[in-house]
């Protein structure tokens, strides 16, 4: 019998993989993976603020990286700098900001932090559970729901606007879908390595796929297997859970480019 804690960690950590790898494929269709990395960096910031301010770093986390989100846009409209410019700046910035604060504060100490920053899904709680899935609901209602614009502004921005496509606002709820993600993510794998559970699951879709749908469920699919499977090997290796879970996707993402040439044959056959 599994113990009631890995339990939990398993259905975490599957959550979050079902949620990330949907997510992950409009990173890897626009070209954005390192918007994620710069989610991921801010989340740190967020992590520190709510710990001084006494209240949930995972609300902190979540309030830190739509902030992020949205002054990214706001620059992008008003400032004359390229948008990998823009995201560099912000990502280090915020990741240094956040080291800062918690050394001026001294709210954490090196296991937390190691906690926050690599992940610690054994200490969830049946609390963590509950908004894990229930959010991971609702993200996964919202996404089928603006679906299609968003696909829609990820093909040709200017004819989604010409076509009458909410552009602004689909953009506006996929970084507050985004900060949701890397805000659970954080009790997973850590502030880090989360953005590898949004990337590593769509990359591994990416091949095996024909059409933007089927990469989505793929993409859940190889992240609730990464989840799983990397939990339990760091059972029985005794290795770290949020890295053991990177690791994972890592080795799925080379299956899937093994079976990539297989599966183009049986196609073409």
């Known amino acids: 019998m599994l113990d009631d804690f890995f339990v939990r960690a398993l259905l975490v950590a599957a959550g979050v993989g079902c949620v990330a790898g949907p997510l992950g494929c409009f990173l890897l269709w626009r070209r954005m993976a390192y918007f994620g990395d710069t989610m991921a960096h801010s989340a740190l910031l967020g992590v520190a603020l709510g710990m001084v301010l006494g209240s949930s770093p995972v609300l902190g986390v979540f309030a830190i990286v739509i902030v992020t989100a949205l002054s990214l846009l706001f620059l992008q409209r008003t400032v004359h700098l390229a948008s990998d410019t823009l995201l560099g700046l912000l990502s280090h910035t915020a990741l240094a900001l956040g080291v800062v604060v918690l050394a001026i504060s001294g709210s954490a100490n090196g296991h937390s ?3 926050y920053l690599f992940g610690d899904v054994l200490a969830v709680t049946r609390m963590d559970l509950a908004m894990v899935w229930v959010g991971g609901f609702i993200c996964l209602a ?3 729901y603006i679906w299609r614009p968003l696909v829609a502004l990820t093909v040709h921005e200017d004819l989604a606007r010409a076509e009458g ?3 602004e606002r689909c953009q506006i709820i996929y970084m507050i879908l985004m900060a949701g993600a890397v805000a659970a993510g954080m009790k997973v ?7 590898a559970m949004l990337i590593i699951p769509a990359a591994a879709a990416q091949s095996l796929s024909r059409t933007p749908e089927q990469m989505a469920v793929l993409a859940a699919i190889i992240g609730v297997i990464s989840g799983g499977g990397g939990l339990y090997g760091s059972l029985v290796l005794d290795t770290p859970s949020g890295p053991s ?4 996707a890592g080795i799925l993402f080379l299956i899937s480019l093994l079976i990539q040439p297989i599966s183009r044959a049986l196609e073409s056959a």
């Open 113 to 115: 932090l190691l906690g």
């Open 142 to 144: 919202v996404l089928a």
């Open 165 to 167: 496509s909410p552009v």
């Open 189 to 195: 794998v850590g502030v880090l390595l989360v953005v």
């Open 245 to 248: 879970i990177v690791v994972m």
